[in-house]
């Protein structure tokens, strides 16, 4: 029995029960079904329903559809679904795990498939395949625009470097007045290089298996969050490999390089302990502060002891001097040489540390400024020349497992040993005037947050509520809080850092 119905949406009904009032009736298993787009008209060709087996095609009359849509009387058949062949409106549900479900979750990856970008009919398996090749492209084209930065700044870093030490190495004669082998400093430089960047390789995935990770403060960022799955202790394979390279190339021979390697291990170890002990309690400061700024201080006066009771090579005849520019020339300290020393190991430790925030910002710089330090003691003591750039190789090569986006951490125990090596360098020639200079983005950032923190208490003590100087401490949060990317802010750095380095070793040899 046929009636003239209104249109209803009842899924009782079946789509092979309407046709149009007035109009030639389709075929009996073909039906064309209208989308949410006027653009478009999805035919089914077969009574089971499959999403793969839709063809998207362009409506040539767009107007004549919406006008034939539009009537309100079709012509019903009071039929059963079960006699017909094509299954009711309850059935044309997707499920969540089907390949449709997918292409339909998304606005932006159905707008790939769905609105082509030409006029072109394609069938759906090649409109599938081509907007599979955009997602790619454009996927690929997210992970260049992470890992360029990094990559293009190591490399400037690296060639940099290169060239200052192989022009090092071509004036070493005017330098020391003595005859120096070919690619003095150069050698251990790249040798430091290729295998502190191929230990990362071994060394990061046993951090990630013992899972020691990165602990993030609450107060910081809240990008850094992102951060907390990070490894950390990256330390443990760079810094060897630095100390290694300046012993086999120094022979073993120098007393001042071992003892600055021992010194640097001390530091490594303290960092070594906070960061263990930090991961073991998930706090991001694992040795109380105060017993840790004994513990390097323990480490400086040790130090200093040593070099009083030891007889070291000293082109002056005499040790406790510090070498300043003319017309200042050298300064004796005598027994305050003493005090310097621990106060100088105690403050670099804790600079790198702070420096120490964004991806390649401590690594980077403390490159730098071991390369400085190693053409300003090159007068006094070639074989610590060795020592810091075998350490800057080692720092560039893990630079590349640090690079934005960090794939490791160097922690407490990287940070710790790198300033304290730096201090070792300093205390064995009296070239701290160089070093002030050459870590003048380590004393920038530790003064950032003396700065906070003295106007903070001052301002709350005279105005009953205490106000910032920045934005937030040390330097590199505020900058990142005043709009500047990562990547950005650790480029400036390097640039900065690279003209302190030149002038803290030019400053050096006119000094010695």
């Keep these: 029995m046929k009636t003239s119905v209104m249109r209803s949406h009842s899924s009782s009904l079946t789509l092979h029960h309407f046709s149009y009032s007035g109009l030639t009736p389709p075929p009996k298993r073909r039906t064309s079904l209208p989308v949410s787009s006027p653009r478009f008209c999805v035919p089914v060709t077969s009574s089971f329903y499959s999403p793969l087996k839709l063809q998207i ?80 492209l454009r996927g690929k084209g997210l992970k260049r625009h992470k890992i360029y930065p990094g990559m293009i700044m190591n490399l400037a870093l690296i060639i940099f470097l290169t060239m200052v030490l192989l022009l ?136 200093s002891f040593w070099l009083d009771s030891t007889r070291l090579s000293s082109p002056y005849g005499m040790k406790m001097l510090v070498p300043l520019p003319a017309p200042l020339g050298l300064l004796c300290l005598g027994k305050f040489y003493l005090l310097l020393t621990p106060l100088c ?15 390649g910002l401590a690594a980077g710089t403390a490159s730098l400024a071991f390369i400085g330090m190693s053409i300003a003691v090159l007068p006094i003591c070639p074989e610590l020349s060795v020592f810091g750039t075998a350490m800057a190789g080692a720092c560039i090569g893990f630079l590349f497992h640090n690079q934005y986006k960090a794939g490791v951490i160097m922690g407490d125990t990287g940070s710790s040993a790198l300033g304290g090596a730096l201090a070792a360098m300093a205390a064995c020639t009296g070239m701290f005037f160089p070093l002030f200079i050459a870590s003048g983005l380590f004393v920038l950032e530790a003064s950032s947050v003396v700065m906070q923190v003295v106007y903070f208490k001052a301002t709350k003590q005279y105005h009953g509520s205490g106000s910032r100087l920045f934005k937030m401490a040390p330097l590199h949060h505020h900058l990142e809080l005043c709009g500047l990317q990562e990547p950005m802010i650790v480029a400036g750095a390097y640039a900065v850092s690279s003209v302190l380095a030149l002038c803290a070793a030019y400053i050096g040899l006119k000094s010695a």
Excluded at 191 to 207: D, E, K, M
Excluded at 345 to 359: H, P, Q
Aim: net charge neutral; aromatic share 10%.
């Design 345 to 359: 190991f105690v403050s670099m430790g804790k600079g790198v540390n702070i420096t120490d925030g964004l991806d």
């Design 57 to 136: 095609r362009r409506s040539k009359n767009v107007q004549d559809r919406r006008r034939r849509s539009g009537n309100d009387v079709v012509r019903v058949n009071a039929t059963d679904d079960d006699s017909v062949g094509i299954s009711s409106f309850d059935d044309w549900t997707i499920e969540e795990d089907s390949v449709a479900a997918y292409v339909h979750s998304s606005d932006s990856d159905g707008d790939l498939v769905l609105n082509s970008l030409s006029d072109e009919d394609l069938p759906l398996e090649e409109a599938l395949a081509k907007a599979s090749r955009r997602i790619a």
């Design 168 to 303: 090092v190495d071509w004036c070493g004669w005017k330098i020391v007045r003595l005859p120096l082998a070919p690619f003095y400093l150069t050698s251990p430089f790249l040798i430091s290089l290729i295998l502190a960047l191929c230990a990362g390789y071994v060394g990061i995935p046993l951090l990630r298996i013992f899972k020691f990770y990165q602990i993030v403060k609450k107060i910081g960022p809240e990008k850094y969050l992102t951060k907390k799955r990070t490894p950390t202790m990256g330390g443990l394979f760079f810094i060897p490999v630095g100390i290694a390279v300046a012993r086999f190339a120094t022979g073993f021979s120098s007393a001042e390089v071992g003892a600055t390697a021992a010194a640097t291990l001390a530091f490594a170890t303290i960092g070594l302990l906070d960061d263990a002990l930090g991961s073991t309690k998930q706090k991001s400061n694992g040795i109380d502060p105060l017993l840790r700024l004994l513990l390097e201080a323990a480490v400086g006066i040790w130090f």
